[in-house]
């Protein structure tokens, strides 16, 4: 039965491929949506000013040295400055809420005693949004840890002067000391992964988005056009009368369809990560299998909708009025605002591939985080599948 | 040894009666012309023997295995469907190479077998265009083809040569002849008379569900020789058939393409009455002639085979 499925699945491959035009098509229109709405809605071009939290320490004590750094930082082009102090909680806590409350990107920690610079080593306590926009926190990092270096390397500078007019040899101690004064400060970068709701930046929508929206056009359209025109030239009956299951036919058919789709979906990513630096922050893995879901059950929508039309024409009509609306109110392109939409959303099988697919390519989520979203796919999944099986099973019953 | 054997088959959809209790056999190595006009029962009793559609009554053996078991008689058979039922954007041999492998045909035996085939079709020069590309007949000549890759002791063919010109239909027929006389049993449906003429070796005649004749085309033929057939050049109007039919004597009276056909039994004493029928009518000829089968097949069914 599997081998006569991987034959099926072959030749609905080697069908798609043989039309050009179709690949064309297939591999373009998600990259096309890509430009239009990336550069539309994603804020490119404009200069990016990157928000910066510096926490002082709680006993509020302060000194020419630190004001300095501070100042550095307030006059430096492309960085928004805030000032918070020490709450008390744990740092990456703080961090955290920093992060989402307030929309930074990075949290500097400024150490108490940070006059001692030019004598002990000191060390900057640095946490950053994983999930931040990749544009955003690489030009935040690249100016922070500019600073650092650069601030180092004066006040080595200076402790280096002073000690020249000093007399004798250095002994080992003072290699030692050499090594701490040449670097006084350090910084430590800690990463933040940012687990509740915020606001999210466009291009972060954006993706997971197109990402659905390929589920969506390819695996409903695709699956029903293909299966309808089997049934109206003859070529299903056709495979019917060889020794082939329908099992091994409807099985063939599904994973063809699954495999273009799953590949349209990969060239997109592809080219979201080489062209807009896309970083994928949950697993892999979990990415794939919500993909896989997702492409099942739009393609068991195609099943359906194929089961209820007479030609190819009128399957992709259906198609059509099924698509448009799920597009727009499954939050793929915008996050819905008003209540109402929210509540019609909450029918779209595709807002819940959406949420996961979102969740865990943007926010990180586990698969315990979006259980709930991938349990409602899956049974729908299924539910479709089988139903469209069930009656593509008895449309031809001999 | 019978190829195939059909025992008071029935088929009824609701209260329609499609098949009405048909028997007949037919013997291995024969080719088998089944004949009917539209709507008489032929689709329907050959999607039972191919196993496409259940039975309501009776009994089908093909090669000796029950049509009940369809994965038994689909090793046996080939079936050529009459719609060009063509994966049109693969290239021909990917269309071989499709239904051969479910088949299960091995793929050296594929290989060979399509060259062979391909070349009996006069295709082998065009087996990696895509199908899209080929012409009406060459459409028709794969699709022909795409059934005996896994050498089926049956072949089932649906009217191959509807539409094609002379050649294109003698290419065909010669090949059904060549392929029959390697042993296959050929079952072929067409409504062309000539065709069941050349190539069968016995005609079955089905009409509203039932056999009306069944035998050798010359033998039907014969039978039709204690009745005459008179052509009359004349031309058509509404009252013509009727006035003609009207003659006591005159079985059955058709028009076509100018000459009214008259089935009687008795010609010298009819001519008068007929000419006396037709007589406000210009006749510009009436000629005695030789049946064809075609008229066999009219004088059963009182219908053309399609117009």
């Known amino acids: 039965m599997l081998r006569k499925a991987l034959i099926i699945c072959w030749r609905g491959l080697a069908e798609v491929w043989h039309q050009k035009k179709l690949m064309v098509f297939l591999v373009s229109y998600p990259l096309l949506f890509m430009l239009i709405f990336g550069s539309a809605f994603g804020g490119e071009g404009s200069a990016i000013t990157v928000d910066v939290a510096m926490v002082m320490p709680s006993n509020g004590s302060s000194d020419a040295i630190m004001d300095s750094f501070i100042d550095i930082f307030e006059n430096m082009d492309g960085i928004n400055l805030k000032m918070y102090s020490d709450t008390g909680d744990p740092r990456d806590v703080q961090s955290e809420q920093l992060i989402q409350d307030d929309d930074v990107v990075l949290v500097i920690f400024m150490p108490e005693g940070f006059m001692n610079v030019n004598s002990t080593q000191t060390r900057l306590d640095i946490y950053y949004d994983v999930a931040a926009d990749q544009s955003e926190l690489s030009i935040g990092m690249s100016i922070t840890s500019g600073i650092i270096e650069e601030f180092s390397s004066a006040i080595f500078q200076q402790s280096l002067e002073a000690s020249v007019y000093q007399e004798g040899r250095f002994t080992e101690e003072d290699l030692e000391l050499i090594e701490i004064l040449s670097s006084p400060l350090e910084a430590d970068y800690n990463a933040i992964t940012p687990s509740g709701e915020r606001e999210l930046k466009y291009i972060d929508y954006l993706v997971p988005g197109l990402v659905a929206m390929s589920m969506l056009w390819t695996g409903v359209s695709g699956a029903s056009t293909s299966l309808v025109e089997d049934r109206v030239k003859g070529i299903r009956k056709r495979i019917l009368s060889t020794p082939t299951s329908r099992g091994s036919i409807i099985l063939g058919d599904m994973l063809s369809q699954l495999i273009i789709v799953c590949l349209q979906i990969f060239i997109l990513l592809l080219v979201a990560k080489f062209m807009y630096g896309l970083n994928i922050i949950g697993s892999y893995w979990l990415t794939a299998l919500v993909i896989l879901i997702g492409s099942l059950s739009m393609i068991g929508i195609g099943i359906l909708i194929a089961n209820f039309s007479k030609t190819a024409e009128e399957a992709s009509q259906i198609g059509l009025l099924v698509n448009f609306p799920m597009m727009f109110l499954a939050g793929i392109f915008f996050p819905l605002s008003a209540g109402w939409m929210q509540n019609i959303s909450k029918v779209f099988p595709l807002t819940y591939v959406n949420d996961a697919l979102r969740g865990v390519m943007v926010r990180g989520y586990g698969i315990s985080e979006v259980r709930t979203e991938l349990a409602i796919s899956i049974v729908f999944a299924l539910l479709v599948l089988g139903l469209g099986i069930i009656m593509l099973n008895r449309s031809e019953a001999v | ?307």
Not at chain 2, 61 to 67: A, E, P
């Open chain 2, 1 to 307: 040894m019978k190829s195939v054997e059909v025992d008071g088959l029935v088929k009824k959809f609701d209260d329609l009666t499609a098949v009405n209790e048909i028997s007949f056999d037919i013997e291995e190595g024969e080719i088998f012309g089944f004949l009917g006009p539209n709507g008489a029962g032929k689709s329907t009793t050959v999607n039972m023997l191919t196993c496409q559609l259940n039975k309501t009554a009776g009994n089908a053996r093909i090669c000796g295995i029950d049509i009940k078991d369809a994965s038994a008689i689909r090793e046996k058979i080939g079936i050529v469907p009459q719609e060009l039922a063509l994966n049109d954007m693969l290239t021909a041999k990917q269309n071989l190479y499709l239904y051969a492998s479910l088949y299960n045909v091995p793929r050296d035996v594929i290989r060979t077998k399509s060259e062979e085939l391909l070349d009996a079709m006069g295709l082998k020069n065009r087996e990696n265009d895509l199908v899209k590309n080929f012409s009406g007949g060459m459409k028709q000549r794969l699709n022909v083809i795409l059934g005996l890759m896994h050498r089926p002791e049956v072949l089932f063919l649906d009217e191959p040569t509807t539409g094609m010109d002379s050649q294109a239909r003698r290419m065909i027929w010669d090949f059904i002849k060549r392929i029959n006389g390697e042993g296959m049993t050929i079952f072929l449906t067409t409504h062309y008379m000539e065709e069941a003429d050349y190539l069968c070796d016995r005609v079955a005649i089905i009409d509203e569900g039932k056999l009306q004749a069944i035998d050798t085309p010359g033998n039907l033929k014969k039978k039709l020789k204690d009745k005459e057939i008179l052509e009359v050049q004349i031309e058509f109007d509404e009252n013509l058939i009727e006035d003609a039919e009207s003659v006591d004597g005159v079985l059955n009276a058709i028009y076509d393409k100018g000459v009214l056909k008259l089935f009687i039994k008795d010609r010298d004493r009819l001519l008068l009455d007929i000419a006396g029928v037709l007589s406000n009518r210009p006749i510009r000829s009436i000629s005695s002639v030789e049946p064809t089968l075609e008229d066999v097949f009219i004088s059963i069914t009182g219908k053309k085979l399609r117009d």
